[in-house]
Nanobody, 116 residues
Framework: QVQLVESGGGLVQPGGSLRLSCAASGRIFSIDALHWYRHAPGKEREWVARILRSGITNYADSVKGRFTVSRDNAKNTLYLQMNSLKPEDTAVYYC??????????WGLGTQVTVSS
C-alpha cells in the first residue's frame, strides 16, 4: 500500500538531461522491485527500467547506456537519470512497485518532452 508520486519532468532539448524522482509514502526498501514505465501519445505503455532490492538493474534496449535507475532508501525515493535525450523519449513517465508478487497502483506520472 506504499504510494508512489512521480516528479521532475519538463521540457528539454535533444541531447539534454533530466532526473525524475519517485517519492514513496512508506519505506521504499520494503519494495521487492521498482520499475519505470513510459507512455507516449499514440503508443502502448513501455517498460523502461527496474531496480531490485539487491541493487541489480535492468533496462530496455531503447534506453540502455543513456538512462540510469537508482534508489535512496534513506529518502524513500527512486530516481531515473535521463541523459542524451531524444525526441522519441517524449512520454509520460511512471514508477511502479512490486512486493510479494503484488503490483502497486499506477500514479499520475510526470511529463517529459524532448524538443528543440
Amino acid at each position: 500500500q506504499v504510494q508512489l508520486v512521480e516528479s521532475g519532468g519538463g521540457l528539454v532539448q535533444p541531447g539534454g538531461s533530466l532526473r525524475l524522482s519517485c517519492a514513496a509514502s512508506g519505506r521504499i526498501f520494503s519494495i521487492d522491485a521498482l520499475h519505470w514505465y513510459r507512455h507516449a501519445p499514440g503508443k502502448e505503455r513501455e517498460w523502461v527500467a527496474r531496480i531490485l532490492r539487491s541493487g541489480i538493474t535492468n533496462y530496455a534496449d531503447s534506453v540502455k547506456g543513456r538512462f540510469t535507475v537508482s534508489r535512496d532508501n534513506a529518502k524513500n525515493t527512486l530516481y531515473l537519470q535521463m541523459n542524451s535525450l531524444k525526441p522519441e523519449d517524449t512520454a509520460v513517465y511512471y514508477c511502479r512497485g512490486r512486493t510479494g508478487g503484488m503490483w502497486g497502483s499506477w500514479g499520475l506520472g510526470t511529463q517529459v518532452t524532448v524538443s528543440s
